[in-house]
């Protein structure tokens, strides 16, 4: 799940970077409460989005992480991860329609091979939750 956070936002912010950072050695509580505090005075950054709507879904709060990760995906359709964070928590919320969907717009907005693997990936995952 560490690459649902690479998204760089427009005016990048240390503190967005450290809460990825933490995200990534998997310490989920610090990179949330970070990032909540980040959020209370620049609400609209995608990716400080997408990285508590990470963070909430490892901790299984799934119907918050999801209304998190659709907020980054409207203000950025144009990056794979705001696509992908939502399709985990759809998901996670057996909304398998949605998750493909989202997981195949995330892999239409693939940068690189790496990524397009784990996009191929979890809508294969998705296909096996499905029967």
């Known amino acids: 799940m560490a690459a649902v956070i690479e998204l760089h936002p427009r005016g990048s912010s240390e503190t967005v970077s450290r809460a990825q950072s933490l995200f990534k050695k998997g ?27 990470a963070c909430y879904k490892h901790a299984e709060r799934t119907p918050v992480a999801y209304i998190l990760s659709r907020r ?13 964070t939502q399709g985990f928590c759809a998901q996670d919320l057996w909304k398998m329609d949605e ?27 998705t296909h096996l939750d499905m029967g």
């Open 27 to 53: 310490d989920y509580a610090q990179a949330g409460a970070m990032t909540e505090l980040y959020l209370r005075e620049n609400p609209d950054d995608a990716q400080a989005l997408a990285i508590l709507a």
């Open 72 to 84: 980054a995906t409207e203000l950025r359709p144009d990056r794979p991860e705001t696509w992908v």
């Open 99 to 125: 998750a493909l969907e989202c997981y195949r717009k995330a892999l239409a907005r693939a940068q690189d091979n790496s990524q397009r693997a784990l996009y191929y990936n979890n809508i294969a995952s």
